[in-house]
């Protein structure tokens, strides 16, 4: 459970850095806007490192466990 919860915070993160990326262009900010980018890169590379755990334990668990299963 704890690889879905990170992945929906690194989703929220990367949602709300794209968010503040279009607000500080509009503004006109470039130096917030860098480093808000760079923020919102990292929170990226965070939430893909967390799918791919995910779906290589997700693979694992189909391809060993017994029919059925087990959570």
Known sequence: ?????????????FVFTIVFILIFSVTNNWKLGIAISML???????????????????WKKKKFAPEGGEE
Not at 1 to 13: D, Q, V
């Open 1 to 13: 459970m704890r690889i879905k919860e990170e992945l929906l915070y690194s989703i929220i993160g």
């Open 40 to 58: 919102g890169v990292f929170s990226f590379g965070i939430f893909v490192v967390n799918l791919s755990i995910y779906l290589e334990k997700l």
